[in-house]
C-alpha cells in the first residue's frame, strides 16, 4: 500500500490563501459600505454650500462637515484620493441632495454643474419699487417681500445699520446672482458692496471732514444722482449743495419733490407741488431730507467725498443735458430765462 504524503507547506499556504482573501474581501465590504452607502443629514434639503474659486479639497471637506453634509473627514479624503479630486472640484454654488455615498459628492463636485449664475446690472439711482421689480424679472425674487425686507426692523438691524428703511443703502452696480437666490442674500450682497467703498479708510477722511455721517452721504448723494447724468457734474453740483448747507440756505432739490411723487404716474414738477408738506420737500424745510431718495451709484458718491469747491450756490439746465452754474440769484435767474426760452423752441 502505497503511503500518500502530504505536503504541509502546500496546505499552510492555501490556508493563508483563504485568510487573507478573506480579510481583503472584509475590507472591500467595509469601503463599498462605507463609500456607496447613502449619507443623510437632518436638516431640511437641500444644504447649500459654497465652494469658493481657488479652494482645495481639504477646504471643502471641512465645509461640508461643518454644514453637516457629511459626518466623516477621513471618509471624504478617501473618495476624494480614489478620485484625485485636490484641484478637481468645480468653484460654485451648491444644492447638495440628501443621502448621497461619500463617492457621489465626490463626483457632483468634480463632474456636477454648480447653481447658475446671472448678471443683473442695476442702474444707478434706482428706487427700491423699481429695484424690487427689477430683481424679480431677472431672477424669480418676490417682490412684495423684498419691500418687506427693506423696511423691516429687526433684520435692518442685524445688517447693524440703524435706518427706517434701505434706501440709499443697496449699490448699483452690475452682479452675478445665482438663481433662486433669496431676498435676503441679494440684499446683503448690495450692503456688503456698499460698505467696501464707504469703509475704505480715506472715505472715512473724507467723511470726517466733511462732517457727514454715513446715511447723511448717501442722502446728498442720492440727490446728487438724480440732478445729473453726467459723472463729471457730480462734484460741482454736491459742492452746490453742501455752499447752501453751509450758508443754511434750503437745498430746493426737485429730485427730493419727484420722490414723494413717484408713485403719481410722472415725474414733472409743477408749482403746486412744492407746497406738498413732507420733510422731503426740500423747498419747504432746510437741511437735508430724512433719508436716501434712491439708491446713488459710486460715481455719486465719490462725487460728494471729492465735492470741488467753489462759489456756486445755484444751478440750472443747460438744454443740452448739463447745467449752468451760478454765484449769486441774479445771473441765476438769467440762466433760467435761458433755458426757459429754450424750452420753447422744442
Known amino acids: ?44 434639503e ?4 459654497f465652494i469658493p474659486k481657488g479652494a482645495v479639497f481639504e477646504e471643502v471637506i471641512d465645509s461640508l462637515f461643518k454644514s453637516d453634509v457629511i459626518s466623516s473627514k477621513l471618509y471624504m479624503r478617501v473618495a476624494g484620493f480614489l478620485y484625485s479630486a485636490e484641484h478637481k472640484v468645480k468653484y460654485g454654488r451648491y444644492q447638495i441632495p440628501n443621502g448621497l455615498s461619500y463617492l457621489d459628492l465626490t463626483e457632483l463636485l468634480i463632474r456636477g454643474v454648480p447653481d447658475e449664475q446671472i448678471l443683473v446690472t442695476i442702474p444707478e439711482g434706482i428706487w427700491l419699487e423699481d429695484l424690487a421689480g427689477l430683481l424679480s424679472s431677472k431672477l424669480g425674487i418676490d417682490p412684495t417681500e423684498f419691500i418687506r425686507l427693506c423696511y423691516d426692523n429687526s433684520f435692518i438691524r442685524k445688517l447693524n445699520i440703524d435706518v427706517a428703511n434701505l434706501e440709499g443703502y443697496l449699490l448699483p452696480e452690475s452682479y452675478y446672482f445665482y438663481a433662486n437666490s433669496s431676498p435676503e442674500s441679494v440684499i446683503i450682497k448690495l450692503i456688503e458692496e456698499s460698505r467696501k467703498i464707504l469703509n475704505l479708510p480715506e472715505n472715512q477722511k473724507k467723511l470726517e471732514e466733511l462732517n457727514f455721517d454715513v446715511h447723511s452721504l448717501l442722502t446728498l448723494s442720492s440727490i446728487v444722482e438724480a440732478e445729473t447724468q453726467i459723472f463729471s457734474e457730480y462734484p460741482l453740483i454736491a459742492g452746490v449743495y453742501i455752499n447752501r448747507l453751509n450758508k443754511g440756505m434750503k437745498l430746493q432739490a426737485d429730485p427730493t419733490v419727484q420722490y414723494l411723487k413717484k408713485n403719481k404716474g410722472h415725474n414733472r414738477i409743477l ?27 459710486k460715481a455719486a458718491i465719490m462725487g460728494v467725498l471729492n465735492y470741488q469747491k467753489t462759489d456756486y450756490l445755484f444751478f440750472v439746465a443747460d438744454g443740452s443735458g448739463g447745467h449752468k452754474f451760478s454765484k449769486n440769484y441774479y445771473q441765476h435767474q438769467k440762466n433760467v430765462q435761458d433755458y426757459r426760452e429754450w424750452r420753447k423752441t422744442q
Open 271 to 297: 408749482f403746486s407741488d412744492l407746497g406738498i408738506d413732507s420733510p422731503y420737500n426740500t423747498y419747504l424745510y432746510s437741511g437735508l431730507p430724512p433719508g436716501p431718495i434712491n439708491n446713488p451709484g
Open 46 to 49: 437641500p444644504i447649500e454650500v
Open 1 to 44: 500500500m502505497t503511503e500518500k504524503k502530504i505536503n504541509l507547506d502546500t496546505v499552510l499556504t492555501s490556508s493563508q490563501y483563504v485568510l487573507i482573501g478573506s480579510f481583503f474581501g472584509f475590507i472591500l465590504g467595509v469601503m463599498l459600505f462605507t463609500f456607496f452607502t447613502p449619507n443623510y443629514y437632518q436638516e431640511e
